[in-house]
């Protein structure tokens, strides 16, 4: 606020630049939180201390994925003052829409998809979310269900229906689905449930339906705007209905699916 | 109805004696339609035609669960017929509801969840299906996704939410929740999704849950009115909230569950 008023004190130019800066849509949606042998989010720590660089001093961290909200707002917390960022958890606010409105940067956290969702709705904080972060420009971290509700619908998580949300519409940052956590087939498997691939298939049997980018862990998709990056470590497949799927390397530019 | 005619012509105690076995709930709850290395319904074939026995002449089926229902219904029809049982599958019916109140019996087949109870309450027979198994006595077999949404609630899936049913409560059948396809962790696993145990575990953290039964690959529960059995090859794992899981072997005395 005092960055704007002083850039308004300067002159109208800045002030333009300044408003189209902070409209960015700016997102990191990550795959997983934690990688097998490495910490919480250690793998992905550079990506997001290159994400949130250093206008940002404060995290909205949003823990509702969980239930003990407060051993999991401890956690975060710890990692991110590792990065340099203070770390307020929604939990601990009086009030979760101001707290949106007035943060900085959000990070939503993993766990369960559909207990993230429904309480997203019983706050009120979906539409204010999209607001914050498609017209005001605030920086949106998720991991596995954070990156699930970042998305057009919560149709591709992984994760059990614990509880029934409203709807599986969620924040809608970007126009597609993300399917985290994504596995590829053991072909040594004798269990017979089906794959991953084999679900995303049957979600595109469904008359309404979405591109869905598979994630798999150590990979991520950072969003600048209307550019779509993977980065991290490991590949994504994308499923797009009706074509074969494809494989997508780290680096490559998924900013067509923005479209 | 000529057999209850009958019988009412012949005397009252065999009618009440009649409508008294008409009115017993039947229920066989199979994990999984395949098992590894064996063919359709292979290794529960036994156990449906001793379920079925040889009153029954024709089966309902139901292949919502999947989209291709000619192709199922085929899949189903060639199985039952081997044992000596006709199938017509609801999709060929003129009317869904009819079928259902002219069914002998009624097996669900697997798929995906979502889709399946979805499509039940589209056909508006969750409740017609409830009066004909519990108040009727029409045997019910369900696999997998069958299995599901024969219990308390889908809540405890593992399909992939790809349509949104009205509610997850389901046909309601037995008043507890099963797990199909349940899977033991694999401690080699380097992947960090949710472990099965876990997932039901976060079932058990919200305040509306139930008790789930979860039925490993080669298991089925058998429920002939208030008397509940495990069968097959394989345990199933209790999760009760609140207490240890336990485990418990084919011919196990499950009826507690059903108080």
């Known amino acids: 606020m005092i960055y704007l008023l002083t850039l308004f004190l300067d002159n109208k130019v800045d002030i333009l630049y300044c408003e189209t800066t902070m409209g960015t849509r700016r997102l990191l949606l990550i795959s997983n939180s934690t990688l097998h042998g490495s910490g919480y989010l250690e793998h992905c720590q550079d990506n997001i201390k290159s994400f949130l660089g250093s ?3 404060r995290v909205l961290f949003i823990p509702y994925a969980l239930t003990d909200r407060d051993g999991y707002a401890a956690i975060a917390r710890k990692k991110f003052e590792s990065l340099g960022y203070k770390v307020d958890s929604i939990h601990e606010q ?3 829409v101001d707290a949106v409105n007035n943060a900085q940067a959000i990070f939503v ?4 998809t559909f207990r993230l969702l429904k309480t997203l709705y019983d706050q009120q904080i979906v539409s204010v979310i999209k607001k ?3 017209e005001d420009g605030v920086p949106y971290i998720g991991s ?3 990156t699930n509700v970042a998305t057009k619908t919560i149709n591709t998580t992984n994760d059990m229906p614990i509880v029934y949300p409203p709807t599986f519409d969620a924040i809608g940052l970007v126009p597609f689905n993300i399917n985290p956590h994504y596995i590829d087939a053991d072909a040594n498997s004798k269990h017979m ?5 084999k679900r995303i298939q049957e979600f595109h049997e469904e008359e309404i339906c979405s591109t869905v980018l598979a994630l798999r862990e150590g990979c991520m998709l950072l969003v600048e705007d209307n550019k779509a990056t993977l980065q991290g470590v490991t590949k994504a497949r994308l499923f797009i209905k009706g074509q074969s799927p494809t ?3 780290p680096g490559a530019d998924l900013s067509h699916l923005l479209k």
Chains 1, 2 share one sequence.
């Open 247 to 249: 494989e997508h390397d």
């Open 144 to 146: 596995s269900a954070g």
């Open 132 to 134: 914050r972060v498609l």
């Open 55 to 57: 206008d940002v001093n």
């Open 94 to 96: 009086p009030n979760a």
């Open 109 to 112: 956290g993993g766990g369960n």
């Open 193 to 197: 449930g089906e794959t991953r691939e």
